[in-house]
């Protein structure tokens, strides 16, 4: 089991930065695969980025070239670094984690923390 707690949301403008951290409650380092989501109203949820154990990162196409996903086993946290932000990233954004497998679907999950990027 471990429970992950999403920080870091909130207003920006279009252009601006914002850097996301997801705080695992137990070591990560055993964790196969840590993941970003997003569910903007209306839609459905969406991957943004993953990170494997061996540090292999996927984006969305969407999200390449803007955002940086990283992890950290030292600290038990895993981040996202999203630059040039546009209105069509405002999202609730979740953090997941599976043992297993990269590709979904993820076990567990964190509630969420708001991103709204004014145009």
């Known amino acids: 089991q471990v429970q992950l707690v999403e920080s870091g949301g909130g207003l920006v403008q279009a252009g601006g930065s914002l850097r996301l951290s997801c705080a695992a409650s137990?070591?990560?380092?055993?964790?196969?695969?840590m993941a970003w989501y997003r569910q903007a109203p209306g839609n459905q949820r969406e991957l943004v980025a993953s990170i494997t154990h061996f540090r292999t990162t996927n984006y969305a196409n969407s999200v390449k070239g803007r955002f940086t996903i990283s992890r950290d086993n030292a600290k038990n946290t895993m981040y996202l670094q999203m630059n040039s932000l546009k209105p069509e990233d405002t999202a609730v954004y979740y953090c997941a984690a599976d043992n297993i497998r990269v590709a979904g679907p993820y076990e567990y999950w964190g509630h969420g923390t708001q991103v709204t990027v004014s145009s």
């Open positions: 137990r070591s990560i380092s055993s964790i196969f695969a």
